[in-house]
């Protein structure tokens, strides 16, 4: 199995983990504390083979009481720049986050334990995956469409969902669980009031994010669209057939909502969904990078470039002989050399 990491996805949530126990409050802290949480997170979800860890005590290696799951590569992906793409389509595209006093503030510290990161990463048996104004989730994408084995993504991004079927899946380290074929529902579908999960199809998660959009990403999705009305209407029929028959929305729904009914008679939410699928579409992404031999660079494996750096860092937070027999293995299966 392939993992791919999301690298500044990992990055961000270490840093937020680590900087108050850390007392992170100087610069050269705060990159610390960026960079052991980025190096805690991909070291942990190597040792675990992309599963959840247990609860129980004992750090990253006692996860599994049968046999262990194969890795057979380990690719982590960063943004670079600002996305260009994305927002030649899309001017307001992630501009939000930038306006985010706390995200100005930490954005240099972030970087500066990225840089780090792969710095170290030169002397490990994995793929960096990063190019100039160009984001992790289409890289993440391309890696993960080019392999022809299982693929297992990490990141809390649900984006992502859109990609999952019988051979990619998705962990997500925040929620510690593996969405995949048989799961999806239970992870994308949302829910009522009263708990009731609204499934859809999974061939139809692109267009339930395009008609519900993403706040997080500051795109709009189609007025009195929210995410349940959003399922709701994609398990009854696919999302191009109410621009055809705006009246069908309230036929499926069962009452009105005279906003979506204004956006749907108007054009306005096929024109919405038509720039969010340009944005979110993942697949349509990856063809982008039919090579990504000018973003990829790959370690080779140096054990003692890892146990210098674990001693340096005084990473109580790693289990150091899990992690090195993960190394070890992760080595073995690709292929990459080793000078002790």
Known sequence: MLLILDGNNLAWAGFHALRRPMGADTPERKERAALLGLAQAVFGILVRAGEPPDGRPGGQGRLFDGERPRVTGLAVAFDEGRPVRRRSIYPAYQTGREADPSFAENEPHILAAISAFEELAAGLPIEVLRGVNTEADDLIAARALQETGPVRIASTDRDFLQLVDERVSIYSPVKKAVVDAMTFADHAAPRDAEGRAAVFPRERYLDFRAASGDSSDDLPGIPGMGALTAARLLAAAPLDAYFEAPGTAAEVLGRRNAKLEAALASGEARAIAGRNRALMDLRAA???????????????????????????????????????????????????????
């Open 286 to 340: 990856a063809r982008l990078f039919p090579d990504l031999g000018g973003y990829r660079r790959v370690g080779e494996w140096r054990p003692a470039v890892l146990e210098r750096w674990l001693e340096e860092q005084r990473a109580f937070g790693i289990d150091r002989a899990a992690t090195l027999a993960a190394f070890e293995r992760l080595a073995e299966a690709t292929g990459t050399g080793t000078d002790g």
